[in-house]
């Protein structure tokens, strides 16, 4: 479990997040996974989702993706989105988050983790904030601070960030600039 009391509010945790991490299959993605005639692996990730992570990377955020799959999708899209710490193939995610912890420099109280399924529930536990998609598995929830209204692949990782920025006082200044742009 986090450091942080129980009966500290989901927003007073989402202020001091500076590093999200995120789960693959069921989190970016519908947790679908598609082959083609060739073998290749086929993913589908919801443009908004990587919308937001460029403003929360923008305001100075970090993001992590931790997946027990490898994927060459994966690769690139992190690489599209500036994702700069990518572990893929964790038996363990939470040898996985641990050391990213030590890479960043990061307390495990100023990070929110977003999952769907119960290898996830490690990581969900160690964080300052536990976020759940809205389809992942009742075990899952149950660990969580907050579950997105979305589904996974389907917009929840957009409506986090947005939840978090706003907690932040980012989200308005994102939303001024994008207003201020003229021709």
């Not at 069921?26 to 060739?38: E, N, P, S």
């Not at 403003?55 to 931790?66: D, E, L, N, P």
């Not at 038996?91 to 990213?100: E, M, Q, S, V, Y």
């Not at 290898?119 to 009742?138: F, K, S, T």
């Amino acid at each position: 479990m986090s450091a942080s009391g129980p009966a500290e509010s989901v927003r007073e945790r989402c202020a001091r997040i500076r590093l999200l991490v995120l789960d693959v299959d069921g989190v970016l993605t519908d947790g679908r996974i598609v082959y083609a005639d060739d073998g290749s692996e086929i993913k589908s990730f919801h443009v908004s989702d990587g919308a937001a992570l460029h403003y929360w990377q923008k305001a100075g955020r970090q993001s992590a993706i931790i997946s027990g799959r490898r994927s060459s999708a994966v690769e690139r899209r992190a690489a599209e989105l500036g994702i700069a710490h990518l572990y893929q193939g964790a038996g363990t995610k939470l040898i996985c988050l641990r050391d990213l912890l030590a890479k960043t420099g990061i307390p495990a109280d100023e990070v929110c983790a977003i999952g769907d399924d119960l290898p996830d529930i490690p990581v969900l536990r160690a964080v300052g904030l536990a976020v759940a998609v809205q389809d992942a598995c009742p075990e899952l929830k149950t660990v969580a601070h907050w579950v997105t209204d979305r589904n996974g692949g389907r917009g929840a990782v957009r409506e986090l960030i947005e939840m978090l920025m706003t907690a932040q006082g980012t989200w308005a200044a994102v939303l001024e600039e994008l207003h201020a742009q003229r021709l």
